[in-house]
């Protein structure tokens, strides 16, 4: 089919290209905005007893979590002052009313832990009007003036002074990323491509993926939840893949016209029968991985995984359309405003060159290359064995946002941190709720728990504890607390921040083999289809395995043990968020197989031809190595900005995915899959007989030019793996 495709390509190359324009000129308009269309939350498992205790909370006593700390500051007056309690109470009675359900202030409580240790600042509580969390972001938009019009200064801090100045620098790191990593990009690719018209066609399909996926973003947004973060992830994978592609089909076309200068339409069409059908394998595989995500119940990871799948399937249409019609008609103009001093050898790769001899030497001492290799990466692998757990707190954000300087003034000035936890209790008279209480006092760490509010028969309690809402103590402390049983007759609910947390955890945990089972089951289907083999698919995931947990290794020594902070700016919460690995490992799997694919598609190639699988190895590897290669540093570039972030989980996935991608297409690619091959054999290519049968039958697969027939116009075109 794809054959036909290329067929139908080179006759209707204006009209194919034509369209593709008009189409991208329309997603164009409609991506417009989309990150202001885009919701805030989604970090919550709607099933979970933190999410239950919240919607049970709001409907009896309204919003009562603490949303947004007010630090209001006067250097030169006391709390305790009239003026300075005139202007706070002036400032809060402005504050509109419907974007608010509750406001607790040191003058209406008298609690003391409102006040600075130097009695120049009071801390305000605020709990924001709404249902849902992008309904209490526009709450916390809407009073953030009126709070910072105050006559004293004003700090705010809180979960959602934290969420919005994310979302803030989110925003602002994407369009930073885009702006450093595509002239670095075209730099790359015109040393690379050496010629500034073949150069332009990586950002050609780059620019038509991007602007398709966020329109197809912005269309899945009018029927579900998606986050903020999907554009993030159209541009770091959509980029990247669409500049794979357009290499993995630009490079082969190059070397097809070189084998055939007279008929570029041949070469067009020998092209789309190869590299197009590894690129359609590669888009396949890693929109498999991302789709993965959508069995977890958090709108974040699954909005993560709507993205990548958008990015992937538009980069796979771009490849197979857009591009291939603008091969068409430049045909061997291809090559035109060739760069003179970078010019050199032929377009075709020799068999045996640098990177046949590196597999050659490989395939000499294969134990001892596999061994030393597998040694290196486990011990890189090594620190993730101790990994600790949180979710977002302040210290996701770069030390001068406002938020981050707001929380660290409250962690300072007015006293130890504290965490809390709402209890809702239900069925319960008074003197139950006493004796619960009691109980809850009891727990190891609680210093504090106390009434908020009653209705009936339902009592919101507060506890309160010293430390981190995020660190191991303040999880352990919110396990004591639904420990405790409460009176016979009665429910009760533990929710809040680190509830949140404890919660996401056990839902990770529970979803995360699902999700393994989704990556690893359809991985091996399609790449048995791709190779015919039952071995490879299984190799290629164990390769995955040690690239992967590598770069979980170093994410975990510089994230959470906190080494190279200050080089890298940004400051170590001691644990890594729960859902970064998620994401990480879902992107990182589907990365790993498009460089997988390209490299056995080739060495599959050679072994049909030669029945040799050293030289099968050998000669696939020599065929790729330069193109992974350029593939993998022209997106370690895209990659590479988004590592520049402000905001550490993105600073972390950049470097993660980086160190990942870089072992991978070194390490990986050069060392172990030619080390392992040569001690398969050709077990490499084995799959039980009726299997085996079946693919020779219906599997995808192309036997290279016999020896002698490249330029003949006969010979057959079938299928690449």
């Known amino acids: 089919m794809i054959e036909r495709w290329g067929a139908v390509v080179v006759r209707r190359a204006v009209v194919v290209l034509l369209v593709g324009i008009g189409i991208t000129a329309a997603a164009m308009f409609a991506g417009v905005g989309l990150e202001d269309k885009l919701s805030s939350g989604g970090f919550d498992d709607p099933s979970s007893q933190s999410a239950q205790e919240l919607t049970q909370e709001r409907a009896t006593f309204g919003n009562n979590s603490i949303d947004v700390i007010a630090i209001f500051t006067d250097p030169d007056g006391k709390v305790t002052d009239e003026a300075f309690e005139t202007e706070v109470e002036k400032t809060l009675a402005a504050v509109p009313s419907d974007r608010v359900s509750a406001v607790a202030s040191y003058y209406s ?26 309904e209490f972001m526009d709450s916390y938009r809407a009073i953030r003036p009126t ?95 669409s500049i794979d592609y357009a290499l993995f089909m630009v490079s082969r076309f190059r070397e097809e016209i070189a084998l055939t200068p007279d008929d570029t339409s041949r070469a067009l ?47 796979m249409v771009a490849a197979l359309t857009v591009l291939p019609a603008a091969m068409a008609l430049l045909g061997k103009r291809v090559d035109s405003l060739r760069i003179p001093f970078l010019q050199r050898g032929s377009t075709v790769d020799n068999d045996h060159g640098a990177w046949s001899r590196l597999a050659k030497g490989v395939m000499r001492r294969p134990v001892l290359v596999a061994a030393g290799v597998v040694v ?43 965490s809390t936890a709402n209890v809702l209790i239900e069925d319960a008279d008074q003197a139950e709720v006493t004796t619960y209480m009691d109980d809850l006092r009891q727990v190891e760490g609680v210093v504090d728990v106390r009434p908020v509010k009653t209705e009936g028969d339902t009592t919101l309690l507060r506890a309160a504890w010293e430390g981190n809402s995020q660190g191991e103590h303040s999880q352990d402390v919110v396990r004591g607390l639904r420990d405790v049983d409460s009176p016979d007759g009665t ?35 399609l790449l048995f289809i791709a190779f015919g083999s039952v071995v490879l698919p299984i190799k290629a995931v164990v390769m995955n395995f040690f690239s992967i947990t590598a770069s979980f290794g170093v994410v975990t020594w510089i994230f959470s043990d906190g080494h190279l902070s200050n080089l890298l700016g940004f400051t170590s919460s001691g644990f890594l968020d729960l859902t970064n690995p998620i994401v990480m490992l879902a992107v990182l799997f589907g990365l790993s197989m498009d460089y997988e694919v ?25 065929k790729t190595g330069r193109i992974i290669t350029s593939a993998a540093l022209l997106l370690a570039v895209v990659i590479g900005a988004f590592a520049m972030s402000g905001v550490v989980f993105m600073k972390m996935m950049g470097i993660g995915m980086l160190v990942a991608l870089l072992v991978d297409a070194t390490i990986v690619r050069a060392l172990l899959v030619p080390a392992t091959m040569k001690l398969l054999g050709k077990w490499n290519w084995w799959a039980p007989a009726p299997m085996a049968r079946w693919w020779d039958r219906h599997g995808f697969r192309e036997e290279g030019r016999p020896p002698g027939d490249d330029a003949d116009e006969k010979a057959p075109l079938r299928a690449q793996v």
Do not use: C
């Open 109 to 134: 409580t008298q609690d003391p832990s409102m006040i600075s240790h130097d009695e120049h600042a009071t801390a305000v509580y605020i709990s924001l009007a709404g249902d849902t969390q992008n």
């Open 147 to 241: 709070l910072q019009d105050s006559g004293l200064d004003v700090d705010l801090a809180g979960p959602f002074a934290v969420y919005s100045d994310v979302n803030d620098h989110t925003k602002d790191d994407l369009a930073m990323a885009e702006l450093i990593s595509a002239p670095i990009v075209l730099l790359l690719s015109l040393i690379i491509f050496r010629s500034v018209t073949a150069s332009l066609l990586p950002l050609l399909v780059g620019l038509v993926t991007v602007l398709g996926a966020r329109a197809a973003i912005a269309g899945l947004n009018e029927v579900t939840e998606v986050s903020i973060f999907a554009p993030n992830i159209i541009t770091l994978i959509g980029l990247g893949l």
């Open 269 to 315: 069409i020998r092209t789309m029968s190869t590299a197009g059908r590894t690129v359609t394998f590669s888009a396949l595989t890693v929109a498999a991985s991302m789709s993965s995500l959508l069995v977890f119940p958090q709108a974040f990871l699954k909005s993560i995984g709507y993205g990548g799948i958008a990015a992937v399937l538009v980069a």
């Open 376 to 418: 290196v990466l486990l011990a890189v692998a090594a620190p993730f064995l101790g990994v600790k757990w949180g979710s977002v707190d302040y210290r996701v954000l770069p030390e001068d946002a406002s938020a981050h300087q707001a929380a660290a003034r409250l962690n300072t000035e007015f006293g130890p941190e504290r």
């Open 491 to 525: 429910t009760a609910l533990v929710g809040g921040l680190t509830a949140d947390t404890v919660d996401l955890a056990s839902s990770v945990k529970s979803h995360l083999p699902w999700m393994g089972l989704i990556v690893v089951g359809v991985m091996l289907l």
């Open 598 to 622: 390209f490299l056995l598609s080739r060495v599959r190639e050679q072994w049909d031809l030669t029945h040799d699988n050293d030289q099968a190895v050998a000669t696939g590897l020599q």
